[in-house]
């Protein structure tokens, strides 16, 4: 790959992280309901959303290595 696209890779994780967190933050508003066990199921999937986010930094934290090293 050249440089460019390891860099352009390296934005598009960094804006997934916080896409990551913003929808986790939503869902867990938004899915919430008049049952316990409705709120139960938008708490526990707003959180695994959140989990992306480590994910996506620490790819972008490689891709940027990466496009280091190739220029």
């Given at each position: 790959m050249?440089?460019?696209?390891y860099q352009l890779l390296s934005k598009l994780c960094?804006?997934?992280g916080f896409a990551s967190i913003i929808g986790s933050i939503a869902i867990w508003f938004l899915t919430g309901g008049q049952s316990i066990d409705?709120?139960?199921?938008g708490e526990r999937f707003g959180i695994f959303v959140g989990l992306w986010a480590p994910t996506f930094f620490i790819l972008s934290n490689r891709f940027e290595r990466?496009?280091?090293k190739a220029a």
């Open positions: 050249k440089p460019t696209q960094f804006v997934l409705t709120q139960a199921h990466f496009s280091e």
